[in-house]
């Protein structure tokens, strides 16, 4: 029978980069379910007080310098018989956030901030959230409507040493796209042995691009995911059922070629999803599928493609 783990966010558990020597903090069989608690994307603790921009709140403490400088995650977790060139099925079956969240406007010299001159100063958004409506409100009167997610959800590469938290990879990690909400099935092509998977980087909501920086960063109180190994469904890039529709997700630093790389993987899926040949699917995919910029602030440039569901019938 199936299996329901859980694993909350301590030193044993917690970790802020992807390595395949990272040893598994839990092992689970094929269709184990894993409940995670995580906390937010900068270790917090507890809420920022809004306003300028400063790191005067409580943090994680028994952190390592060197290994833990990226967002907080926890895992990993180990799927026996998950090997190099399988599929990683990722179902994702709930999601309860915290209570609070944060934003930040902060002029760290990334290339937005950069190109629109804005590196000199930085503030914070502290956001409460009322959970039974799914409505957060910040410490200036602003209101979201929650649809939380997670932003990173992934597996380290096959190559040597460790990996930071913030670019994402075909195997997963700082995907950042906003339709990966419950309901939805991610699948990612497994790169190790066990797979190692993590997650963390929580977000109560996310405008497509994360424009900012940064998303509603929250801690998450529950994530549910149920994890199968696939021998039948390969993938070479994250590829996702939500319900927004099938996604392909492909990243680089040139946004032209990730778009041309989701396109190349959505057509691929298509023929499978209606055994038709290229041109057919072409035809096609140019009235059904919609181009979405992912993020443009985690190093790689990320574009999905969206076939919606019921668009080709």
């Not at 906390?39 to 833990?68: A, C, I, Q, T």
């Not at 929250?218 to 469904?233: I, K």
């Not at 040949?277 to 979405?292: I, P, Q």
């Amino acid at each position: 029978m199936p299996t329901t783990h859980i694993l909350r966010p301590e030193r044993r558990t917690l970790h802020g980069h992807f390595s395949r020597d990272l040893e598994p903090v839990l092992t689970i069989q094929s269709g184990d379910t894993v409940q995670f608690t995580t906390l937010d994307s900068g270790w917090g603790m507890e809420p920022f007080v809004g306003g300028e921009y400063y790191h005067h709140r409580r943090v994680f403490e028994n952190r390592d310098p060197k290994l833990d400088d990226g967002h907080a995650l926890t895992g990993p977790i180990a799927i026996e018989g998950a090997k190099p060139g399988m599929t990683l099925e990722i179902q994702i079956k709930d999601i309860q956030l915290g209570a609070w969240g944060f934003c930040l406007g902060v002029g760290w010299p990334s290339a937005v901030n950069k190109r629109l001159n804005i590196t000199s100063r930085g503030i914070v958004h502290a956001w409460q959230f009322d959970k039974d409506r799914m409505i957060g409100r910040n410490h200036l009167g602003h209101t979201a409507v929650l649809r939380p997610f997670m932003g990173i959800m992934g597996m380290p590469p096959d190559e040597v040493g460790t990996h930071s938290t913030i670019p994402p990879r075909v195997c997963g990690g700082n995907l950042d796209c906003k339709e990966l909400v419950v309901g939805s099935t991610l699948y990612l092509p497994i790169a190790v042995a066990g797979g190692l998977f993590s997650t963390g980087d929580g977000h109560a909501a996310q405008g497509d691009g994360e424009i900012g920086g940064t998303a509603i960063e929250a801690p998450m109180d529950l994530v549910e995911l149920t994890f199968r190994v696939r021998d039948d469904f390969p993938v070479t890039t994250p590829v996702a059922n939500t319900p927004a529709g099938w996604i392909t997700m492909s990243f680089d630093t040139s946004l032209n070629e990730a778009a041309f790389m989701a396109i190349e993987a959505i057509f691929s899926l298509m023929e499978k999803l209606y055994q038709l040949d290229r041109w057919e699917v072409v035809a096609l995919a140019s009235h059904a599928v919609d181009l979405h910029i992912t993020q443009i602030v985690n190093e790689l440039g990320g574009v999905h493609a969206i076939l919606p569901h019921g668009r080709v019938r």
